[in-house]
């Protein structure tokens, strides 16, 4: 449906364009309701435009940088990297985003979604006006999916040029040769890793006592080990006191956990230090609604992920916790609130079922508690770990990693955990394992394929079932 008359009524109406608002639009639509999505930019949001998706073609292409090293020094091929040519590499990526977006719109446009460029502000809990387009009122609901925008520290503002945020590092002009890179998490590991790939020197810091904080401490032990060999600086248990914007670079003075001032010079200082929600001119308070201390809009039924206000939903990074500010939660939040709009009961989101991953190199993935997390919840829990290198393409890849499995003594797995390449695309199995309730029994009865990484995941299960074949339990 093309945006050529003015609706003035619809069934749902969708505020925010990005994963979770055009999922929910889609869905809605396939069951028959008649949808108004509300955009100010472009639809696909952050995700498409600024982070998921040019990030991930960027890793690719590091990827691809690392591999020749490789290939130089350990397999004998006799190969070298001439240079990078960042404007033919941007072009691809630009490319790919592009062919994603006309996806989305095309998607849109065939399930006869009324797309609407502009700012909306709520005016009532049915009510939404739009910037240079009018009032809509929507029957059965409004869906709150406007996303989250890059934290920034207070007196440093992102420059895009030498002082950037993981919205604008990616479109930076050229390659740094140095990058100092603020926070440990998701994000800045991996933007951490692909400088690295570059040629850049990194210097990573992150003010817990180890990277990626929220998982579980073996994860961070080998991602650590895995990037400290690749020459990047890890420098955890440490805080930015100040930074200076020079003319060819930034200073920064850090303070370690032993209380010493350390200087830090670099070409670009990439600021990742979380994100936050997005409801500026939103008009939250005219529809009953506000936000907490975090900024975040909390349900009152998170089973339909509504509102205090009845018929205002919520999806994506506009969630607190346990909502996961990733892109494939925020599908599944989109499914499940255009299913309950259309008057069906859907199941909610299991969030401890949903995989978390970090597409550095190399990368982790995870789904479940971890270790602690389990323990603390008072769990009796046991234990099983592989090495990646246990395995023979393990050793092929030569990268270390591992898979740590957490499972109820006698009952079901409570957590997945693993480190090394391309363990990305081996969670989807231990989403399944957590997801179904399974017990490591289950899962040892089934054959992984010979030689695989995902060999070691099966390893992990046979060992704590009783059954260990290349390891002791």
């Not at 990526?93 to 700012?119: F, K, P, Q, Y």
């Not at 479109?171 to 040769?177: H, K, N, Q, Y």
């Not at 029994?441 to 009783?466: C, I, K, N, Q, Y």
Request: charged share 20%; aromatic share 2%.
């Amino acid at each position: 449906m093309t945006q050529t008359e003015k609706v003035t009524e619809t069934d749902v109406l969708v505020i925010g364009g990005g994963t979770g608002g055009y999922s929910t639009a889609l869905r809605a639509a396939a069951l028959g309701l008649r949808v108004v999505l509300v955009e100010r930019d472009k639809v696909g949001g952050t995700c498409l435009h600024r982070g998921c998706i040019p990030s991930k073609a960027m890793l690719h292409a590091a990827e691809l940088v690392d591999g020749i090293t490789e290939a130089r020094e350990r397999w004998g091929v006799k190969a070298t990297l001439e240079s990078v040519d960042w404007s033919a590499l941007v072009a691809t990526r630009d490319d790919i985003v592009d062919r994603n977006h006309r996806g989305v719109t095309g998607h849109l446009a065939h399930a006869g979604v009324e797309v609407v460029h502009g700012s909306a502000e709520l005016t009532g809990p049915r009510g939404v006006r739009i910037g240079g387009y009018g009032e809509v009122a929507a029957r059965r609901g409004i869906v709150l999916a406007t996303g989250s925008r890059p934290r920034t520290l207070p007196g440093l503002a992102a420059d895009g040029r030498r002082v950037v945020t993981s919205d604008d590092a990616l479109f930076a002009a050229g390659l740094p040769e140095s990058v100092l890179v603020l926070g440990g998490g998701a994000i800045g590991v991996e933007y951490a890793s692909l400088h690295r790939s570059m040629g850049a020197r990194v210097t990573l810091v992150e003010a817990a006592d180890r990277l990626v904080p929220l998982e579980d401490a073996d994860v961070s032990r080998h991602l650590t080990r895995g990037l400290k060999r690749r020459g990047i600086d890890v420098r955890t248990g440490a805080r930015l006191l100040e930074a200076t914007v020079l003319e060819d670079g930034v200073r920064a003075a850090v303070r370690t956990p032993r209380g010493e001032t350390r200087t830090v010079e670099a070409d670009r200082l990439l600021v990742a230090v979380g994100r936050v929600p997005v409801t500026d001119g939103l008009g939250l308070a005219a529809a009953g609604l506000s936000t907490d201390e975090r900024g975040h809009v909390v349900p009152a039924d998170w089973d339909r992920l509504e509102t205090s206000v009845p018929g205002i939903h919520v999806v994506g990074d506009l969630l607190p916790p346990p909502s996961l500010g990733l892109a494939h939660a925020s599908f599944a939040e989109g499914l499940l609130v255009a299913e309950t709009l259309a008057g069906l009961r859907p199941a909610p989101v299991d969030y401890a079922a949903v995989p978390r991953v970090t597409y550095s190199a190399p990368q982790t993935a995870a789904v479940g508690l971890s270790e602690a997390g389990a323990r603390d919840a008072g769990h009796d829990v046991v234990v099983g770990t592989m090495p990646l290198t246990a395995v023979a393409k393990g050793t092929v890849h030569g990268q270390g990693g591992m898979v740590k499995v957490v499972a109820e003594r006698d009952g079901r797995v409570l957590g997945v955990h693993l480190v090394g390449p391309h363990v990305s695309e081996m969670i989807a199995e231990s989403q399944l394992i957590v997801g179904w309730d399974a017990e490591p029994s289950d899962v040892a009865r089934h054959v992984h394929p010979h030689p695989t990484l995902s060999e070691a995941v099966g390893e992990a299960f046979l060992t704590l079932a009783g059954r260990g074949l290349h390891q002791r339990a």
